[in-house]
């Protein structure tokens, strides 16, 4: 939010250096982030001074120019050459001298310098007023007052302003410092704390006065809730035109560009009092009447910038007798608005509910200055006096009359809100007691009225324009940033106590994983839990049923809570591969969100994702490109970091995968992972291979050993491994073979493994070969081979009987 510093001197008769009230204004909440110089000429007019031109005649080089001499007030004239039409002998006129530096329309600097021209010297330039920026006209040199002295500066003749403007960084429960009086009225009290005492100026609406009646609106509210408040008056015998230079250079030094005397008025009142105001053309509402309501769901509407809108059936509007128009507090009508053909108006002035405006501004993707304030909440007592002053600066400036009296629809009195503030609060808050006396004056100048006093504490009334002082903790803010945080002691001596932490908790079990994956490459990602209600279509196993919606959502785009970590990961990995990172090692720690029938469920997850190459190329090592087999030993690293080494494996059921496997310990599922499918990746535009695994970090907490490491001896006797190269049908999963080998052999059989997959024209049609490890121990003895060849000669017979199996 912009501020300038000599309209801000019009409600405090202040002459403290920007830099002083900047730091000020930073102490009481109010962060100056910068302080930038407005110039209503730029360049200030440094150099231009005023010229006498004593000779004037034909350049003999040139029909179009004049060779001229020129007292500039330095004892000797100097020679210029012009090229003005109107240039002549006797004339007071403006030069630009040696080493002035001017500025074109599109703002590029040029300086005047000594030359020639068509073979005269030319000792400066005698300067029309679009080259001085004081006009648009370039039709001949500007002829000054002729009793003006040679020499005079020429900032000293034209009206300039110079001004210093502060960049504020409001936070949003500031509703109240949304304008140049809120910043004045904060200022005077922390000004006062420096026992600097200045009276608020605030513009006078005494002479107010309707001239008559005879432009009459109907104006009536359908929902008090949307529109608590709503106040309007008409003015008549307008003539809009630009608005006069004080009012333009208030407008352009906070960044506004001005458009007519109307318009600019209710953006001043804006920026002034924080109170927004829309003006009509009365001439075009139909049968003279107001009504404020919603309309049904895909009215259409065009807004002031062309664009037609598709109306919400929440969005509040105001209409005449026929049509919709402005988008209330939002943004106004193109066929309703202030012309230059325009001779009478309806000012309009209003409360409307912060959260009604700001779903609206939302819904069409609206940021104007009036939705900015009515979201944060305005002050629903400064709703008329905004409006009577408004009016008048208008009949100031546009000439005009006051035709109708001011309607105001408040039904429904606004109480103010009552505090009771213990001083005991206050001390054990601020570690410091603050006089009392200091407290109830930092109140009195922050416009808080203590209603009673007793001995624990004070009652208070906060005023309305207040809307973030709510609660007792809320008064003590207001009062220690007054009384300065600076100014608040603090002791040589600092407690603090050591609370016992398992390392075992959530946070330090992410710390050791995350140093983990770091030292394996892994980058830590943190992408955002909100994302788009479309992407659920993408996975069969998600329910929108299940789907957290947001209420009030920034975008359509995101606008429901995740319910899976891989498809904004997904987001990430495209988005580096599009800009040629394309070999990638992600991990994330995140939640999932789900709706139930009668709860809300967050899930922790740990997820991983790879792609591309293991290695970067070089002279001795070509890139070698990720495989199923690095990743999984990604995957059993961790849960062997973890102490989580006892688990099944079983080929993964979920969609997501290509080729995935399910681990699980203890019969609760620890994670999923493997090769994420083509027809997913696709839609990211990712053409390239994608390994993704989603930990269950819910259950491995719980799974994580909390007890002490228990080691147990190497076995004595060998393990045996023995393969089978297996012909099946293309329909067999590998699930089919690893369940049937533990159906067979039960106690020998501790591990089945998938280690080769080939298919290819050398195979039958409808067939493909699956590589299978069998690893078999007797923890009490050395198997034999008859024993051995035995549970082999089972499991031969069980494929070829079950799976219709030949070995290759």
């Not at 502060?166 to 109240?176: H, M, Q, S, V, Y």
Request: aromatic share 8%; hydrophobic share 40%.
């Amino acid at each position: 939010m912009n501020i300038s510093y000599n309209w801000l001197k019009q409600f405090l008769n202040i002459d403290w250096k920007a830099n002083d009230t900047a730091e000020l204004l930073t102490d009481l909440g109010l962060e100056v982030e910068g302080i930038s110089s407005y110039e209503t000429v730029k360049g200030g007019l440094k150099g231009i001074v005023v010229g006498h031109v004593l000779t004037c005649e034909q350049h003999p080089n040139a029909d179009r120019l004049k060779l001229t001499t020129v007292d500039i007030g330095l004892g000797k004239p100097v020679q210029i050459v012009c090229g003005a039409p109107n240039v002549a002998k006797g004339q007071k006129v403006p030069v630009a001298t040696i080493g002035t530096t001017l500025y074109t329309k599109e703002g590029e600097a040029w300086t005047i310098k000594k030359g020639k021209i068509r073979g005269e010297e030319s000792h400066g330039m005698i300067c029309a007023e679009d080259e001085l920026g004081l006009g648009e006209s370039h039709d001949g040199i500007m002829v000054l007052e002729d009793t003006l002295v040679p020499g005079t500066p020429f900032a000293e003749i034209v009206e300039i302003e110079n001004d210093e403007v502060f960049e504020i960084g409001l936070t949003p429960n500031r509703a109240d410092a949304m304008s140049h009086y809120g910043v004045a009225r904060d200022l005077k009290a922390g000004l006062k704390q420096k026992e600097v005492v200045k009276e608020l100026i605030t513009p006078s609406t005494s002479h107010f006065n309707i001239t008559d009646r005879s432009l009459k609106m109907d104006v009536s509210v359908e929902d008090n809730t949307l529109a608590p408040r709503y106040c309007g008056v008409t003015l008549s015998n307008l003539i809009i035109q630009p608005s006069p230079n004080w009012l333009k250079n208030r407008l352009k030094a906070i960044g506004l560009n001005p458009v007519n005397n109307v318009v600019d008025a209710t953006n001043y009142v804006l920026h002034e009092m924080g109170q927004p105001l829309h003006a009509f053309d009365a001439d075009r509402i139909l049968g003279k009447k107001i009504v404020v309501k919603t309309l049904p769901k895909g009215t259409k509407f065009m807004t002031l910038d062309g664009i037609e809108r598709e109306l919400h059936e929440e969005d509040l509007m105001i209409c005449d007798a026929e049509k919709p128009m402005c988008i209330a507090g939002v943004f106004g009508g193109i066929n309703t608005g202030v012309t230059e053909n325009t001779k009478s108006i309806f000012l309009e002035s209003a409360y409307f509910d912060p959260v009604s405006i700001r779903k609206t501004a939302k819904r069409h993707g609206l940021n104007t200055d009036a939705s900015f304030r009515f979201e944060r909440g305005i002050d629903i007592e400064n709703v008329e006096y905004s409006l009577k002053r408004a009016a008048l600066l208008i009949k100031e400036i546009a000439g005009g009359d006051i035709t109708s009296d001011i309607v105001d629809l408040y039904p429904h009195k606004k109480d103010d809100y009552q505090v009771f503030l213990t001083f005991d609060k206050i001390d054990h808050l601020i570690g410091q007691k603050i006089p009392r006396d200091t407290i109830k004056s930092i109140l009195a100048s922050l416009e808080i009225k203590v209603k009673n006093v007793t001995e624990s504490g004070m009652g208070l009334v906060i005023p309305s324009y207040r809307v973030d002082v709510q609660r007792e903790v809320d008064v003590i803010e207001e009062i220690l940033r007054v009384y300065g945080y600076n100014n608040i002691a603090f002791g040589d001596k600092l407690n603090a106590s050591i609370a016992p932490i398992s390392k075992y908790e959530d946070y330090n079990l992410q710390v050791i994983i995350g140093d983990l994956l770091a030292s394996r490459g892994f980058y830590e990602i943190m992408t955002n839990s909100l994302t788009s209600p479309d992407y659920i279509d993408l996975i069969k196993e998600l329910n929108k049923d299940d789907s957290v919606s947001m209420l009030n959502p920034l975008s359509a785009d995101l606008s429901a809570l995740r319910q899976s970590m891989l498809l904004n990961g997904l987001e990430t990995v495209s988005y580096n591969i599009n800009r040629k990172n394309r070999n990638l090692r992600f991990f994330e720690f995140g939640k999932t969100y789900h709706k139930y029938a009668d709860r809300y469920v967050e899930n922790k997850h740990l997820s991983l994702m790879v792609t591309g190459n293991r290695n970067e190329t070089g002279w001795a090592s070509p890139a070698k490109p990720t495989d199923f087999f690095f990743f999984k030993s990604v995957v059993e690293n961790i849960l062997n970091r973890l102490g989580i080494p006892e688990r099944t494996q079983t080929p993964a059921e979920s969609s997501l995968f290509s080729e995935g496997l399910t681990l699980a310990a203890k019969k609760k599922k620890i994670v999923d992972f493997g090769v994420i499918n083509k027809s997913l990746i696709k839609h990211f535009d990712i053409k390239q291979e994608v390994f993704y695994a989603d930990f269950n970090w819910d259950n491995i907490i719980e799974l994580v050993p909390k007890s002490e490491i228990i080691f147990k001896p190497i076995p004595k006797y060998p393990e045996v491994k023995r393969d089978f190269a297996l012909l099946i049908n293309e329909n067999v999963a590998f699930k089919q073979i690893h369940d049937i080998a533990f159906q067979t052999e039960r106690k020998l059989l501790k591990k089945v493994n998938l280690f080769d997959v080939f298919t290819g024209d050398k195979l039958p049609e409808g067939k493909k070969s699956y590589a299978v490890s069998f690893t078999l121990l007797d923890e009490n003895k050395t198997l034999t081979d008859k024993q051995i060849d035995k549970i082999m000669s089972k499991l031969q017979q069980k494929y070829e009987t079950e799976l219709g199996a030949e070995l290759r």
